[in-house]
């Protein structure tokens, strides 16, 4: 099992543009370098806040095994720029996964995302039907459904003021008490490692603030041609199973797969689950 250290020293970086503002990317990258993958379009994982993309640490490997994957940090998150001065709204995150996919030549994806990326996915998927073939949500972002009051708090101005610990106490009881049993230590490491420098503790509270339920309110669901599995932890209260069963009414071409004993943090809860179903829907 790889530690969120490794998973940071194996990532790449490229710059795109959004808004006007050059911004560094930080992304995870890995898969067959020959072979049928090059026929197959690439798997992107889309992770939410306060997360980045060691949330995938468990799901990648095994789908590497015969695709090529691409696991970003959204901008303001992880590696990616944490700096002041742009905007970190899903809005301005589809415009990064647009100027990412163009940078590393992919015309045609599957999207597999997770809170708030969920929420950058139904936009992108929505504004480029014809690049989307799948899209696998997990207890996503949509309508109204967020932001929950655990984010809403991380952006109150007080929070920038936060002595280091007791920001590190509100993360670490958000990621262990969002978790389906005893959290693993590492991924609860892994999760507050970014946020614990005084640019990573400020991007969190831009990231916070930077949460509007208007950008999935004006989506038209409708427009959203891929073909969709909705793999949701029954038992979240941030994103209830009763927005999947709304999306699934809502999109054309829609499967629900309800995962038991799974909280807000379903990839890291039942990891081995969700990855059979991911390479199943891959098939």
Same mark, same amino acid.
């Given at each position: 099992?790889?530690?969120?250290?490794?998973?940071?020293?194996?990532?790449?970086?490229?710059?795109?543009?959004?808004?006007?503002?050059?911004?560094?990317?930080?992304?995870?990258?890995?898969?067959?370098?020959?072979?049928?993958?090059?026929?197959?379009?690439?798997?992107?994982?889309?992770?939410?806040?306060?997360?980045?993309?060691?949330?995938?640490?468990?799901?990648?490997?095994?789908?590497?095994?015969?695709?090529?994957?691409?696991?970003?940090?959204?901008?303001?998150?992880?590696?990616?720029?944490?700096?002041? /001065?742009?905007?970190?709204?899903?809005?301005?995150?589809?415009?990064? @996964? *647009?100027?990412? =996919? %163009?940078?590393?030549? &992919? #015309?045609?994806?599957?999207?597999?995302?997770?809170?708030?990326?969920?929420?950058?996915?139904?936009?992108?998927?929505?504004?480029?039907?014809?690049?989307?073939?799948?899209?696998?949500?997990?207890?996503?972002?949509?309508?109204?459904?967020?932001?929950?009051?655990?984010?809403?708090?991380? /952006?109150?101005?007080?929070?920038?003021?936060?002595?280091?610990?007791? @920001? *590190?106490?509100? =993360? %670490?009881?958000?990621? &262990? #008490?969002?978790?389906?049993?005893?959290?693993?230590?590492?991924?609860?490491?892994?999760?507050?490692?970014?946020?614990?420098?005084?640019?990573?503790?400020?991007?969190?509270?831009?990231?916070?603030?930077?949460?509007?339920?208007?950008?999935?309110?004006?989506?038209?669901?409708?427009?959203?041609?891929?073909?969709?599995?909705?793999?949701?932890?029954?038992?979240?209260?941030?994103?209830?199973?009763?927005?999947?069963?709304?999306?699934?009414?809502?999109?054309?071409?829609?499967?629900?797969?309800?995962?038991?004993?799974?909280?807000?943090?379903?990839?890291?809860?039942?990891?081995?689950?969700?990855?059979?179903?991911?390479?199943?829907?891959?098939?």
């Amino acid at each position: 099992m790889v530690d969120h250290e490794t998973w940071g020293d194996g990532q790449a970086t490229t710059t795109v543009t959004v808004d006007g503002h050059d911004l560094e990317v930080a992304y995870h990258e890995d898969g067959p370098e020959t072979g049928d993958a090059d026929d197959e379009p690439p798997v992107v994982f889309l992770h939410g806040i306060p997360t980045w993309s060691f949330l995938w640490r468990d799901i990648v490997p095994a789908v590497a095994e015969e695709r090529r994957t691409i696991a970003p940090d959204l901008v303001g998150y992880g590696n990616s720029a944490m700096h002041d /001065g742009f905007d970190r709204s899903i809005r301005a995150q589809e415009v990064m @996964l *647009e100027g990412l =996919l %163009e940078d590393l030549d &992919v #015309d045609r994806v599957v999207l597999v995302a997770h809170d708030i990326g969920g929420g950058v996915a139904l936009r992108f998927a929505a504004h480029n039907p014809d690049a989307v073939e799948q899209l696998l949500l997990s207890n996503a972002v949509c309508y109204d459904s967020w932001p929950v009051e655990f984010v809403s708090e991380l /952006g109150l101005p007080s929070t920038a003021d936060l002595e280091r610990e007791e @920001l *590190e106490a509100r =993360l %670490e009881s958000a990621f &262990v #008490d969002g978790a389906y049993g005893e959290a693993d230590p590492e991924f609860v490491a892994g999760m507050k490692a970014p946020w614990l420098t005084d640019e990573g503790h400020l991007s969190l509270v831009r990231d916070a603030v930077a949460t509007n339920t208007n950008h999935t309110a004006e989506i038209d669901y409708g427009a959203i041609e891929a073909e969709t599995l909705l793999l949701w932890g029954e038992d979240d209260v941030m994103q209830p199973y009763d927005y999947a069963e709304r999306l699934a009414e809502e999109l054309d071409d829609a499967a629900l797969a309800p995962l038991s004993d799974a909280y807000h943090w379903v990839p890291e809860d039942r990891p081995d689950a969700y990855t059979d179903h991911l390479i199943d829907f891959l098939k």
